[in-house]
């Protein structure tokens, strides 16, 4: 029976065996499972525990003005239910745009699918100054620092039990989850990649977010709007594209200018806007 339903505890274990019929109580189902150390399949509350040999680092994001792109990046697990089982997401995310820059599925917590959507948001996106994690033991472990410490990003981690010191990668967890992953029940890894890759896409380039001023968070990350740039430079620091792309109006102003007063020549007048030879 467990190698069938591997999800069910000692509850479930124990009114299937009572509907087949057999007069069996919770207390020796519970001593069996223990004795055969067997456990329900089922994600644990707690995805960051860290482990006792690790280091820790500080957490360097308190009363820090995150005011640009690549300033901070954060990453956290969350696990996504299946018909059958689960499995466990990965997502970095780039904390001023909220634009998630890379994620992973697994169906184990080791630190390899942590490792693997790391280098894939610094190949894609460049270096963060400061990489924000909980202390659990995927984010802890060497494979996962080394790759930070070798490209010189800082690294800062919450404090112990302070789910809000990750506040931005929680409201994607929480917003995944309402509008996608409760919805399909996927019935297979196949199935959650799909739809998740989907929804992130949408997340990324079309869901207008009122904390960005009803932009994309692709439109805050790349600096592109449909105007060219970006309004709220409030928001936004100055970043080479925009001064290329301010650059680039100037010279043509300029141009025009040149354009009008070469018409403007010695014995000739320059023609105004409605005006007759």
Not at 34 to 56: D, T, V
Not at 123 to 132: T, Y
């Amino acid at each position: 029976m467990y190698l069938k339903w591997p999800f069910y505890g000692s509850r479930r274990m124990t009114e299937q065996l009572r509907s087949e019929g057999l007069r069996i109580n919770r207390k020796r189902i519970q001593r069996l499972m223990r004795e055969m150390g067997l456990e329900a399949i089922y994600p644990k509350p707690n995805l960051s525990k860290p482990h006792p040999q690790h280091k820790k680092y500080p957490y360097l994001l308190r009363n820090l003005a995150i005011d640009g792109v690549n300033q901070v990046w954060g990453c956290d697990i969350t696990y996504v239910p299946l018909a059958k089982g689960h499995v466990y997401l990965v997502a970095i995310i780039d904390w001023y745009s909220r634009y998630v820059l890379s994620w992973k599925l697994s169906n184990t917590l080791d630190a390899g699918f942590c490792v693997d959507a790391l280098k894939e948001a610094l190949e894609k996106h460049g270096n963060p100054e400061i990489f924000n994690t909980d202390q659990g033991v995927q984010f802890t472990s060497e494979d996962f620092t080394k790759v930070l410490e070798d490209k010189e990003i800082k690294i800062s981690m919450d404090g112990k039990g302070r789910c809000l010191d990750n506040v931005f990668t929680e409201r994607l967890w929480r917003s995944l989850k309402q509008e996608e992953v409760y919805l399909k029940a996927y019935a297979s890894i196949a199935e959650a990649r799909a739809g998740i890759g989907a929804w992130i896409n949408f997340y990324n380039d079309e869901r207008l977010h009122q904390s960005l001023e009803y932009k994309t968070p692709a439109e805050i990350f790349y600096m592109i709007s449909s105007y060219g740039y970006v309004h709220n430079a409030t928001r936004c620091t100055t970043y080479p594209q925009l001064q290329k792309q301010k650059k680039v109006l100037e010279i043509k102003q300029e141009c025009y200018k040149a354009k009008l007063n070469l018409s403007s020549l010695p014995g000739e007048r320059c023609q105004q806007p409605g005006s007759t030879p």
